[in-house]
């Protein structure tokens, strides 16, 4: 009777460990689905910063021998010659997004211009122009001024008159002996997403 019972309990315990086994394979077969109906699209909108020339003047004996030109974003402003106190010339430009999406300047990188003397006395007048030499970069809203600077917004569809001006402090006591040539000054003006 021992025997009986021991098969008897073999055989129960087989079936519960079957049991346990497929109810177990059972729930590791389950598969959790998680449908969304999202979808990543190519942007509707455009971004289109342009920078165009308007044109140039100078004023005292300043000689406009020479120009700005602008590649992309940037302003190259070469060959003008300076001769005595409060010469200056000035450039006008405009900014203009023609893209759908707000802008703002992230960014304003400039590079000194080249100033070159020349005859027997080029360093020393060379460094006096470049000691006296100042220069500005404006929005340009007559009858007023106001700088350009990082952060200054051009919204989607508007159109900046703006413009840069170089010149001799007028309170130069000392004046150079030979023209002084300035060329390759540039400013890039870079822009963000406003």
Known sequence: MKKSHIKTYIIVAILISI????????????????KTNASVQSSQTSWNIVIEKDYCTQRGYTTNTGDMTVNGLTLTIS???????????????????????DAKISSLDYKEPTISGTGSTATEDSAL?????WKALN?????SLSPISKGD????????????????NETMTTLPTNPVTFTNATYTINFEQA
């Open 19 to 34: 049991i346990g086994i497929s109810i177990a394979y059972a729930a590791l077969q389950q598969q959790l689905q998680i």
């Open 79 to 101: 060959n003008y010659t300076f001769k005595a106190p409060n010469d200056r010339f000035t450039c006008y430009f405009y900014i203009e997004n023609k893209g759908e999406i």
């Open 129 to 133: 122009v470049k000691t006296n030499l």
């Open 139 to 143: 929005w340009y809203n007559w009858p």
């Open 153 to 168: 917004k051009v919204l989607a569809g508007e159109k900046k008159r703006a413009e840069i001006t170089y010149s001799i």
